[in-house]
């Protein structure tokens, strides 16, 4: 017992502020919702400090939890995107500007004597520290916002169970979309599933060509010892067909296709003296249709290599003037994206794609690989045999710097992987010949200065592509504003119309001016002391008025 009443003395301290002669209700509770910002006020605090248990009971009702807590003031958010941004505030702990307007503008005055309860202890803290107001949480606070949140749409004038549930979803959409771990100006993973797929297409389209050499190989041997690359020879059997048909007519043809004349005239050589067996039509057609699928396969792969090279230069220019399109695509598809990449070590980005290899040496206490991916770089191959892990090692260091660079610069450029390439062939001509190549500080000093350049270059283009926009924007709305404005002179016109017709009728009743300019001076003087003596003349109208009321008035009596 005497365990609660402390527990409910200590709850009351907190919730209960004295003023005056008397106890003043100054408790507020902050609710943070999808929809805005709700600052509720709680009556009769004492009682309910002293009564943790009947708080919790009054949650099941919302009749007695609407005689504990009031609405005092609701803000809601002007957009999705200004949610958004007040939602990233309260999970870092920061107080956001329209969090701050509210609590000013509907807090109480004398802030010393308020108590603010609030959910999270971050955002408390950070109001404490700027706005000087006393929070709470955890206690009676609560279980208060506890209630708050599940009666929240009822507490609210205007808004609906529904609607709120659709402010939550389309809230925890945008927040975890802006959650999810890869760079979001960046498009890496349009990269990892390009080079995935091109990899992919070299698997399937190299089955699919043996298949086709296989199948046309028993009407026509010979053509695969003449033609060896795959997207040539399935040209070359959908042109041919039936080799008994092939004559000198299409030789041209061919040597297009072939783009070698002694090619050519082996292949129809070749055709009259072939030891293959004679093939029916519907085996032609079945053959013909399979070699144009991998036809358009290998064209469609072209097509995928252009792609992944423009955004490869996009994305991440400095790792692809150093290692390769290819290549640095799989580094990056292997690490998972770019920003992974960048936070790897050296010797992590040297081993990446060796994995099997690294710990099969561990667990045989044997050599560690010296490479992985970067194998397939030209520089391994053209260093010597005993020099392959020293370059290897120098050229995973210099992808690393190439990946911070691509992934952390505002403007990527090229400059900085032309510069670490250039690094890379005076190290490898210095094992070979044993010329000193240049300091790194040097180089890096030079690349930046270019790169400087580089990148106002380009802060000038986007700020004239972005100047030119707003031109056609600005021509759009005016164009628009003419448009309307032809829309209504059309109605004005005819209202001109009617207005006219008055007008001549008018003027016919109006005596003739004469055309001499002198007679119309004339005139206005007259027409001018006319009109400043028609005021003097009124009262001389109302008399006479008067009179003929009164003499009206007599005879009828």
């Known amino acids: 017992m005497c365990g609660q009443e402390v527990q409910s003395a200590e709850l009351s301290l907190l919730l209960i502020v004295a003023g005056g002669g008397g106890t003043m209700v100054l408790l507020h509770v902050l609710y943070e919702h999808a929809a805005g910002y709700a600052l509720f006020s709680v009556r009769e605090v004492e009682e ?16 007695k939890f609407n005689n504990i807590v009031k609405l005092a003031a609701f803000s809601p958010f002007k957009s999705a995107q200004s949610a958004l941004e007040n939602v990233n505030a309260i999970s870092e702990g920061v107080l956001h500007e329209d ?55 009822s507490l609210v004038m ?95 043809d061919m040597e297009e296709i072939v783009m070698d004349g002694a090619k050519a005239q082996a292949i129809l050589d070749a055709s009259r003296s072939s030891m293959g067996m004679d093939i029916s039509p519907i085996d032609l057609i079945n053959i013909e249709s399979f070699s144009s699928r991998v036809i358009s396969l290998s064209e469609y792969r072209k097509g995928l290599q252009t792609y992944l090279q423009s955004k490869m230069s996009q994305v991440a220019p400095s790792l692809s003037a150093l290692i390769g399109e290819v290549v640095g695509a799989r580094l990056i598809s292997h690490a998972g994206s770019l920003t992974n990449l960048a936070k790897y070590p050296a010797s992590t980005v040297q081993i990446l794609g060796a994995e099997k290899a690294l710990f099969r040496a561990l667990k045989t206490k044997g050599n560690t690989p010296k490479y992985g991916l970067i194998f ?125 017709p008055s007008k001549k009728k008018k003027r016919k009743s109006e005596p003739d001016l004469s055309e001499n300019g002198l007679e119309e001076e004339e005139q206005t003087p007259s027409s001018k002391k006319k009109r400043k003596s028609a005021p003097e003349e009124a009262p001389a109208t109302e008399t006479k008025k008067k009179k003929k009321c009164k003499v009206r008035q007599e005879d009828e009596d």
Request: proline share 2%; net charge positive; glycine share 6%.
């Open 48 to 63: 309910i400090g002293m009564l943790l248990p009947q708080v919790e009971e009054s949650l099941l009702n919302i009749g």
């Open 99 to 153: 969090l701050k307007l509210l609590l000013e503008t509907n807090m109480p005055a004398k802030k010393k004597k308020a108590l603010l309860g609030v959910s999270d202890s971050k955002i408390g803290a950070a109001i404490q520290e700027e706005l000087k107001i006393t929070c709470q949480t955890g206690g009676v606070v609560a279980e208060i916002i506890r209630g708050i949140r599940l009666y929240f749409h």
């Open 158 to 252: 205007g808004l609906t169970a529904q609607s709120a549930s659709k402010a939550q979803l389309g809230l925890g959409h945008s927040y975890s979309r802006a959650k999810v771990k890869f760079n979001v100006n960046r498009v890496d993973n349009m990269i990892i599933q390009s080079i995935s797929l091109l990899d992919q297409l070299d698997k399937d389209i190299n089955t699919f060509s043996m298949r086709v050499r296989e199948w046309y190989g028993y009407h026509f041997p010979e053509l695969i010892k003449i033609v060896a690359d795959n997207y040539t020879y399935c040209r070359m059997a959908k042109f041919i067909g039936n080799r008994k048909e092939l004559s000198e007519e299409k030789l041209e």
């Open 376 to 500: 397939h770089s030209t520089f391994i191959g053209r260093a010597a045999a005993k020099n392959k892990g020293r370059i290897s090692r120098y050229l995973a260091n210099k992808c690393t710097i190439a990946s911070r660079i691509d992934c952390f610069s505002e403007i990527p450029t090229s400059v900085f992987g032309d510069k670490l390439r250039e690094q890379v062939e005076e190290r490898l001509a210095f094992y070979e010949t044993g010329e000193a190549p240049r300091k790194n500080l040097d180089v890096m000093k030079e690349a930046q200065q270019e790169a400087s350049s580089v990148t106002t270059e380009i802060r000038r283009k986007l700020e004239k592509k972005e100047r030119k926009k707003k031109k056609r924007e600005k021509k759009r709305l005016e164009a628009l504003a003419a448009a309307a404005a032809e829309e209504n002179e059309p109605s004005k016109q005819s209202q001109d119309e009617e207005e006219v």
